[in-house]
């Protein structure tokens, strides 16, 4: 079974300075990778995703991720924040090209961008 | 704006009764899996459906359970409920040849 861990539940990152977030994933098989973002009170929109291809990926409002094979990882990137992109962003990975599989999430990591 | 919409936007119920969440799909849409989101965690995978047939389903008992109509909107059914069903229930729909799940706004259920 796959698996996915998100190394940070909070991250506090001032206005207009970089931000990070971290996913790794665990699987035996190749996995299909998803990043998403949750705003308050809201469901999930999706910002990026790896299927195949460049390991490099970029998203929508200026995030990036990059997928590493041999750490088993997908990096989430933004150069510049800002106070718009505080919100809550989930990594997913799923066995499978077809949305009809079922992703599994990590944990979560909060982002609050400060002035 | 996924298409893809939710109701209730809230509901709150007592430990015991039951309680039915629906979601209709993304136009094309034929298939749609439930989530269970509780509060400072990741969503989890409840069940899938696709063309009215359950495809999948996730660790949760079977007074978790589900219906997809022939226009492939969607139901959640959880009976007996108990406090830990308290969580936000997303529902997602996608289609054939679709490489994405397109999240609706959610049904935050609170169980007292």
């Known amino acids: 079974a796959q698996s996915v861990t998100q190394l940070d539940s909070q991250v506090p990152v001032f206005e207009e300075a970089p931000v990070e977030l971290r996913c790794n994933y665990s699987s035996s098989v190749s996995v299909y990778l998803f990043w998403y973002v949750q705003y308050p009170n809201q469901g999930l929109q999706l910002l990026l995703k790896y299927l195949s291809g460049s390991t490099l990926v970029k998203g929508i409002n200026g995030f990036e991720a990059e997928f590493n094979k041999s750490q088993t990882s997908f990096h989430l990137r933004k150069p510049s924040v800002h106070i718009s992109d505080t919100a809550e962003y989930f990594c997913a990975v799923t066995l499978t090209k077809a949305a009809g599989n079922k992703l599994t999430f990590g944990g979560g990591t909060r982002v609050l961008v400060k002035p | 704006e996924t298409g893809v919409t939710q109701s209730p936007t809230h509901l709150i119920k007592t430990r015991g009764q039951q309680v039915t969440l629906r979601c209709s799909s993304q136009?094309?849409?034929?298939?749609v899996s439930w989530y269970q989101q509780a509060l400072g965690q990741g969503p989890q995978f409840i069940f899938q459906?696709?063309?009215?047939?359950?495809?999948g389903r996730g660790n949760f008992p079977p007074r978790f359970s589900g219906l997809q109509f022939p226009n492939y909107s969607s139901e959640l059914n959880v009976n007996a409920l108990e406090l830990d069903d308290s969580a936000l229930y997303l529902c997602?729909?996608?289609?054939?040849?679709?490489?994405?799940?397109?999240f609706g706004p959610g049904t935050r259920l609170t169980v007292l």
């Open positions: 136009s094309g849409h034929n298939t």
């Open positions: 997602a729909s996608s289609g054939q040849g679709v490489d994405t799940q397109y």
């Open positions: 459906y696709y063309r009215e047939e359950e495809n």
